[in-house]
């Protein structure tokens, strides 16, 4: 008796993975973490109204939760008076969402400051001397651009849905008018508070990828103006400030504004350079350059980037303010270069 019963016991046992592969379903893949990008936005005219009024259409058909400004958020010089017509009013369909704007500082938005003097730099506003012309403190203090705890550099997780793990997704926002040469505001030296932190903020983070956000140009194709007399690429202190950190924790990818383009640069050391500067600007042309994706239009129109992670895929399209696609690809981790993306809203039309 007592051997019957041990084999229907281990008859059903043998059964159970039957029984639970016909009766249930593995869980569902997380949800992919969806978000825009944009440089140059703060005109407050038709172009801005345009991309902003693409961004809210491409937002609420494909779920995005965040969209990062990448600076010079209020043009020409950054005016508080200026925030309600050249940002809120413009971007105020994409926040009626429940998207959540988080920006940069720009050299345009902080334009008529000049440092404070302050060692070691410091976090928030007192970096800059405040006046009457100097107003970023007005734009740290605007809950609608995001800045977290009023501080110029700061990181936004972004998990993916239904994942308690990780997050799957980390942005490291920075204000690069306090580094490298260009257009720094530091007289002597440089930020050395804001390079540690995002070196120990980079080094701590546990997100799957990794994503930096900023105004100035490390690495960028050469726009010129006034017949060539005044061109403007890589900053190339910038560059060696912020590169060795970027290679030694992880970064995957890095947005960049400042220039009023679209360029996409082939993989430089492991991450992905964008410039996404043509968010309100009239857009000027990139002239050639043997690290970028050769583009017949020369990027020159006004666009934002979507962005669409998972666990395995970072998948991007730069959208123009018609709504065309006008670049798309993916990649995985540690792949030499970029496949197709074809998930909405970045399929061919």
Not at 179 to 184: E, R
Not at 286 to 308: C, I
């Amino acid at each position: 008796m007592r051997k019957r019963r041990t084999l229907l016991a281990l008859g059903a046992a043998a059964l159970l993975p039957a029984v639970l592969a016909s009766g249930t379903r593995p869980p569902d893949p997380p949800d992919p973490a969806r978000f825009i990008l944009v440089g140059d936005t703060g005109t407050g005219d038709e172009r801005a109204r345009r991309v902003a009024a693409q961004i809210r259409r491409t937002a609420e058909g494909a779920a995005v939760s965040h969209v990062f400004l990448l600076g010079d958020n209020v043009y020409e010089r950054g005016e508080a008076r200026f925030i309600g017509s050249r940002f809120l009013d413009v971007y105020r369909g994409v926040l009626s969402l429940g998207v959540r704007i988080h920006a940069a500082l720009g050299n345009h938005d902080v334009a008529p400051c000049e440092e404070s003097g302050r060692r070691p730099v410091p976090r928030d506003e007192t970096a800059y001397a405040l006046s009457s012309d100097c107003e970023v403190d007005a734009h740290l203090a605007t809950p609608e651009f995001g800045y977290r705890d009023g501080f110029r550099y700061y990181s936004v997780e972004i998990p993916g849905s239904g994942s308690s793990r990780a997050p799957l997704l980390e942005v490291f926002v920075l204000d690069s008018n306090t580094l490298g040469k260009d257009d720094t505001k530091i007289e002597e030296g440089t930020d050395e508070p804001q390079l540690r932190w995002v070196a120990e903020a980079l080094r701590g983070s546990r997100a799957r990828w990794k994503v930096v956000a900023m105004h100035g140009t490390m690495v960028a194709p050469k726009r010129c103006q006034w017949l060539g007399l005044l061109c403007r690429d890589d900053d190339e202190v910038l560059r060696s400030e912020l590169e060795p950190i970027f290679t030694e924790h992880g970064v995957d990818a890095v947005f960049q504004g400042h220039q009023h383009f679209y360029a996409r640069l082939e993989p430089q050391r492991g991450i992905r350079y964008f410039v996404t500067g043509a968010g309100g600007k009239k857009p000027d042309s990139a002239r050639d350059d043997e690290r970028a994706v050769r583009r017949e239009d020369r990027g020159a129109f006004n666009h934002f980037v979507y962005v669409q992670v998972t666990e395995d895929r970072f998948g991007y399209c730069a959208i123009d303010a018609n709504g065309e696609i006008r670049d798309r690809g993916s990649f995985g981790r540690g792949d030499p270069a970029d496949g197709e993306f074809d998930g909405e809203p970045c399929s061919p039309r």
